[in-house]
T-cell receptor, first 120, second 110 residues
Framework: GAVVSQHPSRVICKSGTSVKIECRSL??????MFWYRQFPKKSLMLMAT?????????EQGVEKDKFLINHASLTLSTLTVTSAHPEDSSFYIC????????????????FGPGTRLTVL | SQQGEEDPQALSIQEGENATMNCSYK?????LQWYRQNSGRGLVHLIL?????REKHSGRLRVTLDTSKKSSSLLITASRAADTASYFC??????????FGTGTQLKVEL
């Protein structure tokens, strides 16, 4: 159980285009999803927290107009990198917290397999 | 911001040996978790230890937590080549937002 998928797994795009990455919780409802960015051989940097039905909360230094997040349902959150540039090239990973049997959140986050974005 | 520091940054051992990784953090926590990441993949949750716990076991994994020193260790016993991966500690404070450490790259050689 607790599987999170991401699509696409890999995307190459031209500078100036927009790219949408999907994050889905397959067998549980995720009230909260998280988006991370990871540079090669580095740790994960939290970009934003996405709550179903409300606006995302962005971490300091993350441009919300650059990285658009939508969490339209309890199983889907999307990250759109707008007007992508080569410096946006990175590994983007989402995670989801399930609501738990009693309805509250659990402490464990389940991670997607990541999306490798390359902007030419 | 990243609040966890992991030590060592890289570790290379022979199969069958034990691997120990350490994590230090800066602020009060509710719990600390360890994750594994294979190259170019997502993270796999390994174990969670709460702030009122001192030690926890799961299979070949042993995690300790010392809140007075703000540190944790992950011990992998009888390592296997398949354990080769990056290992990250992550802490949570008041909510369920994770703050990751810098990671340890473990290589287990045959």
């Amino acid at each position: 159980g607790a599987v999170v998928s991401q699509h696409p797994s890999r995307v190459i795009c031209k500078s100036g285009t927009s790219v949408k990455i999907e994050c889905r919780s397959l067998d549980f409802q995720a009230t909260t999803m998280f988006w991370y960015r990871q540079f090669p051989k580095k740790s994960l940097m939290l970009m934003a927290t996405s709550n179903e039905g409300s606006k995302a909360t962005y971490e300091q230094g993350v441009e919300k107009d650059k990285f658009l997040i939508n969490h339209a349902s309890l199983t889907l959150s999307t990250l759109t990198v707008t007007s992508a540039h080569p410096e946006d090239s990175s590994f983007y990973i989402c995670s989801a917290s399930d609501t738990g049997l009693a309805g509250g959140f659990t402490d464990t986050q389940y991670f997607g397999p990541g999306t490798r974005l390359t902007v030419l | 911001s990243q609040q966890g520091e992991e030590d060592p940054q890289a570790l290379s051992i022979q199969e069958g040996e034990n691997a120990t990784m350490n994590c230090s953090y800066k602020t009060s926590i509710n719990n600390l978790q360890w994750y594994r990441q294979n190259s170019g993949r997502g993270l796999v949750h390994l174990i969670l230890i709460r702030s009122n716990e001192r030690e926890k076991h799961s299979g070949r994994l042993r995690v300790t937590l010392d809140t007075s020193k703000k540190s944790s260790s992950l011990l992998i016993t009888a390592s296997r080549a398949a354990d080769t991966a990056s290992y990250f500690c992550a802490t949570t404070g008041g909510g369920n937002k994770l703050t990751f450490g810098t990671g340890t790259q473990l290589k287990v050689e045959l």
